[in-house]
Nanobody, 123 residues
């Protein structure tokens, strides 16, 4: 079992920055693919970014060049640095862990999920 906990959300103005953290407790962190997803009210949960053990990373087109995902093995933690935030980035952000060799962009491919952290970008 893996327990995933997110933190770092909040309220920020357009153009601002936030850093989300995701800590995984349980099994060997380095073997997991870690992904960030987000879900706005009335919308489907969508992939934001993911990172595997190489590490390789993948981003949604909507956040490329603005968001950066990274991992710190010593702390079993993955970060999502979000810059140049826009009102359309407002959502509940989830961290997820999975054991696939690639970096899936579908939520169903991930096994373990956190409770989410709210990000609100005001215009």
């Amino acid at each position: 079992q893996v327990h995933v906990v997110e933190s770092g959300g909040g309220l920020v103005q357009t153009g601002g920055s936030l850093r989300l953290s995701c800590t995984a407790y349980g099994r060997t962190f380095s073997r997991y693919v870690m992904g960030w997803f987000r879900q706005a009210p009335g919308k489907e949960r969508e992939f934001v970014a993911g990172i595997n053990w190489v590490p390789m990373s993948k981003y949604a087109n909507s956040v490329k060049g603005r968001f950066t995902i990274s991992k710190e093995y010593a702390k079993n933690t993955v970060y999502l640095e979000m810059n140049s935030l826009k009102p359309e980035d407002t959502a509940l952000y989830y961290c997820a862990a999975g054991t696939m060799p690639s970096i899936p962009t579908t939520a169903a491919a991930y096994d373990y999920w956190g409770q989410g952290t709210q990000v609100t970008v005001s215009s």
